[in-house]
T-cell receptor, first 116, second 109 residues
Framework: DTGVSQDPRHKITKRGQNVTFRCDPI?????LYWYRQTLGQGPEFLTY????????KSRLLSDRFSAERPKGSFSTLEIQRTEQGDSAMYLC??????????????FGAGSRLTVL | SQQGEEDPQALSIQEGENATMNCSYK?????LQWYRQNSGRGLVHLIL?????REKHSGRLRVTLDTSKKSSSLLITASRAADTASYFC?????????FGAGTILRVKS
């Protein structure tokens, strides 16, 4: 297993277009997280899944954002009608929730979105 | 909120010195984690401290947690130039981690 993979690494799009990012977590991890990070800021929580169930979605997230995790394996994050403010690094992380409640996140390298 | 808030925002020290970063949060938590991010790279987990623990060590790292004050600190001893990075605390509550803006650490050689 090579860790958490994200694709594409870079995406440049025009305002109004739709974009989709894919995340392949570590295979034995049952939890998957999406974060967004802009320059000089910490990762901002977007949503997370346990297996195929989406447990929580940030209230800050507009309806233009949707995430899925079919079959509890890979996940996709789609942004519809992109805006310049969507330009950011989109980070995916996965974890295996322990009996103790501990959950250490393994992050991917991120997908950088630039909206022109 | 669950979000961690780190202090200071930036820290510049000489190689060999110790670096201390602080984190405050506002809700109850199950554990608190610290992560490091090198420029342009993904985050890497450093250490986790459970809510019933007060102190934890890992190599040159020492983490404390005071749940009554809702605060934590990360101490890096004998810092190295390679420790230059951003450091984030992440209070964890029912599996959800919320990160703060981080502390930028610069270690000068």
């Amino acid at each position: 297993d090579t860790g958490v993979s994200q694709d594409p690494r870079h995406k440049i799009t025009k305002r109004g277009q739709n974009v989709t990012f894919r995340c392949d977590p570590i295979s034995e991890h049952n939890r998957l997280y999406w974060y967004r990070q802009t320059l000089g800021q910490g990762p901002e929580f977007l949503t997370y899944f346990q297996n195929e169930a989406q447990l929580e979605k940030s209230r800050l997230l507009s309806d233009r954002f949707s995430a899925e995790r079919p079959k509890g394996s890979f996940s996709t994050l789609e942004i519809q009608r992109t805006e310049q403010g969507d330009s950011a690094m989109y980070l995916c992380a996965s974890s295996s929730l322990q009996v103790s409640g501990a959950n250490v996140l393994t992050f991917g390298a991120g997908s950088r979105l630039t909206v022109l | 909120s669950q979000q961690g808030e780190e202090d200071p925002q930036a820290l510049s020290i000489q190689e060999g010195e110790n670096a201390t970063m602080n984190c405050s949060y506002k809700t109850s938590i199950n554990n608190l984690q610290w992560y490091r991010q090198n420029s342009g790279r993904g985050l890497v987990h450093l250490i986790l401290i459970r809510s019933n623990e007060r102190e934890k060590h890992s190599g040159r790292l020492r983490v404390t947690l005071d749940t009554s004050k809702k605060s934590s600190s990360l101490l890096i001893t004998a810092s190295r130039a390679a420790d230059t990075a951003s450091y984030f605390c992440a209070p964890s509550r029912w599996g959800k981690l919320v990160f703060g803006a981080g502390t930028i650490l610069r270690v000068k050689s």
